[in-house]
């Protein structure tokens, strides 16, 4: 095993992404986020205006807070539904491209009903965030349909743990995951079988396929709360037009967190951050590079 990581060089994909003249939001792809929780509402709009602004043809969010599934006017692209008990319908109904689960979920048993859905939605890909990492380091058995999911459909899933949630799915502490990062994503790939992204300073990212490669932009403006729902975001965005534009999970993965983090860079360049640098403004950053590199 080499223990130094590839440097993540993801960015030429990109011109994968290019619309022809005829192409419509069909191609762009239909991603169902679901989270938000009361309290938390603000995680799941977060996610959805960065999938919104990376290009997603639809942007469906499923909201665990009733006070909050209505629409935005200040985001009225948003399709905001409210989270129920039948979400396994819902998904079913709206046939996506794309789920994206985690943002401000919460650990009700909404939050877990949604989980078991998502997991059980086939072969599509499937973006597992925040506390759906954290209702699985918790339960053997959705553990166990995570890794029956991955058997079934290798590639199709990616979870995007920080630190703090990769030690709970190892069952060990922050510290220890930080000490090692390369044995703690060599870890989570073999308990989990998903591609994983290992977030923090240098996230990593692996996979049963891919050895560990590692992305060196970045800066500490990025801890803000609400800077890792905006990749979850992201990563759906571009899975979903990746589905007709040749760009499968794994490389829609590298592109979202390379974008991600060259954008919070781009930013602290002109003088917006490291202080202060907000997620939303990272979003449109995103964005403008994004179509930059087309
Ligand atoms: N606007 C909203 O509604 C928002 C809502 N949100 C929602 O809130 C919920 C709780 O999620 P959360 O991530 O905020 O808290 P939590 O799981 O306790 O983890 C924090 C601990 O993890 C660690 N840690 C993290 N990064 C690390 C690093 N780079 N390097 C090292 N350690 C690191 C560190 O652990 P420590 O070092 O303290 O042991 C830290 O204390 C979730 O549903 C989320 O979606 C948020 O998205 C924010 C915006
Ligand atoms: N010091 C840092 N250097 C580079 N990237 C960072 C740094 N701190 C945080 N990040 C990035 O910011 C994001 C934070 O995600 P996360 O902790 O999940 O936030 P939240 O749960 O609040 O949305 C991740 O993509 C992480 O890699």
């Keep these: 095993m080499?223990?130094?990581?590839?440097?993540?060089?993801?960015?030429?994909?990109?011109?994968?992404?290019?619309?022809?003249p005829a192409e419509h939001k069909g191609?762009?792809?239909?991603?169902?986020?679901?989270?938000?929780?009361?309290?938390?509402?603000?995680?799941?709009?977060?996610?959805?205006?960065?999938?919104?602004?990376?290009g997603a043809g639809w942007t469906i969010?499923?909201?665990?807070?009733?006070?909050?599934?209505?629409?935005?006017?200040s985001q009225p692209e948003l399709m905001i539904?409210?989270?129920?008990?039948?979400?396994?319908?819902?998904?079913?109904?709206?046939?996506?491209?794309?789920?994206?689960?985690?943002?401000?979920?919460?650990?009700?048993?909404?939050?877990?009903c949604c989980l078991h859905a998502a997991l059980a939605y086939p072969s599509i890909p499937l973006v597992i965030?925040?506390?759906?990492?954290?209702?699985?380091?918790?339960?053997?058995?959705?553990?166990?349909?995570?890794?029956?999911?991955?058997?079934?459909?290798?590639?199709?899933?990616?979870?995007?743990p920080h630190p703090g949630e990769a030690a709970k799915l190892l069952?060990?502490?922050?510290?220890?995951?930080?000490?090692?990062?390369?044995?703690s994503i060599h870890q989570l790939v073999e308990l989990t079988q998903s591609i994983v992204v290992l977030k923090g300073q240098h996230t990593l990212i692996a996979s049963p396929a891919h050895p560990p490669a590692q992305c060196l932009a970045g800066n500490p403006g990025m801890g803000t709360g609400g800077m890792g729902d905006v990749l979850t975001g992201s990563i759906?965005?571009?899975?979903?037009q990746g589905v007709?534009?040749?760009?499968?999970?794994?490389?829609?993965?590298?592109?979202?967190?390379e974008l991600h983090a060259c954008a919070a860079d781009s930013l602290v360049t002109k003088g917006v951050g490291p202080i202060g640098l907000t997620p939303s403004e990272t979003i449109l950053e995103m964005r403008s590079l994004l179509n930059k590199l087309l």
Excluded: Y
Excluded at 81 to 101: C, E, G, H, Y
């Design 236 to 240: 759906a965005a571009i899975a979903g």
């Design 61 to 73: 969010l499923e909201m665990l807070d009733p006070a909050s599934a209505r629409a935005d006017a």
């Design 2 to 20: 080499n223990p130094i990581p590839a440097t993540l060089d993801t960015l030429k994909l990109i011109k994968f992404l290019k619309r022809e």
């Design 129 to 160: 965030d925040a506390d759906a990492l954290n209702l699985i380091s918790e339960s053997p058995e959705l553990l166990k349909q995570l890794q029956i999911r991955n058997q079934q459909f290798p590639g199709s899933t990616v979870l995007t």
């Design 244 to 257: 007709r534009h040749q760009i499968n999970l794994w490389q829609a993965t590298g592109i979202a967190v």
């Design 171 to 183: 069952q060990s502490t922050t510290e220890k995951v930080q000490s090692d990062r390369m044995k």
């Design 27 to 54: 191609n762009a792809g239909k991603v169902v986020l679901i989270g938000g929780a009361p309290g938390m509402a603000g995680a799941l709009i977060l996610a959805g205006n960065a999938c919104l602004h990376l």
């Design 81 to 112: 539904r409210l989270a129920r008990l039948d979400i396994q319908q819902s998904l079913a109904n709206a046939k996506p491209d794309v789920i994206a689960i985690g943002p401000g979920l919460g650990k009700s048993e909404l939050a877990s």
